[in-house]
Every structure is written in structure tokens, then in C-alpha cells.
């Protein structure tokens, strides 16, 4: 477990960025990553009748469709009690395997930091 003030700046932004989006979308989740140029990309839960994709998925399909190709951090806000399978494959696909996933809780408070592997 990772407590917020644990965390550098960068890494306090995209939680805080992933929590921002997740309140003014009045989403279940929002989610920030960070690329290999220092770079954020912020999203919600996208739930449509034809396309469904958490807010970490959704993030990391903006990092790749605005050219990243490497993901430094990610970082999601939710209800959950871990990240899921997906969200961690979604990241290591792009990031690899030690990129560090921070899921914090709808307070901004970080409860689980692990690694996409």
C-alpha cells in the first residue's frame, strides 16, 4: 500500500488527474497515464451500447493513438479493491511489465500501487 504523500509530483498529478475526470464525467472510474515523453492522458469509463472499456483502457487507447510508445506511470480512481486483470494487461502492452499501477480510492487517497506484470 501506498500512501498519497508517498508519491512524487508526477504521480500525485495523474491521480489527481484520474480523479477529476472521474467526478466531472460522474463516471465509475477515471484513469490518467503518463508516457515515455512526460506526457498525461486522462479518460473515463466508456459505456456504450456497441463499445465498453474501463477509463484505464480508455486512457492507455489515447496514449497509442496519439503516438506514445512507452508508458512511464498509470494511475486509476475507483470504488474497485484492485486493478483488474484487464486494466493491468492494457498497460503492460504498451508500458511493460514493472510500469507501476497506483488504484486510488474516489478520495484521491492511493491504496494499491503494483506493476502491470
Do not use: C
Not at 489515447?62 to 486483470?85: C, K, R
Amino acid at each position: 500500500m501506498t500512501e498519497s504523500t508517498d508519491l512524487g509530483a508526477e504521480d500525485r498529478k495523474i491521480v489527481t488527474l484520474a480523479r477529476s475526470a472521474r467526478a466531472r464525467n460522474g463516471v465509475p472510474e477515471g484513469a490518467a497515464v503518463r508516457d515515455e515523453t512526460g506526457r498525461t492522458y486522462v479518460a473515463g469509463t466508456v459505456q456504450l451500447e456497441s463499445l465498453k472499456l474501463s477509463a484505464l483502457q480508455t486512457a492507455v487507447a489515447m496514449a497509442v493513438a496519439s503516438g506514445a510508445t512507452s508508458l512511464e506511470a498509470a494511475a486509476i480512481v475507483s470504488e474497485a479493491e484492485t486493478p483488474s486483470d484487464a486494466d493491468r494487461a492494457a498497460v503492460r502492452d504498451l508500458g511493460g511489465p514493472q510500469t507501476p499501477v497506483l488504484l486510488a480510492g474516489p478520495d484521491g487517497a492511493v491504496r494499491v500501487s503494483v506493476t502491470a506484470g
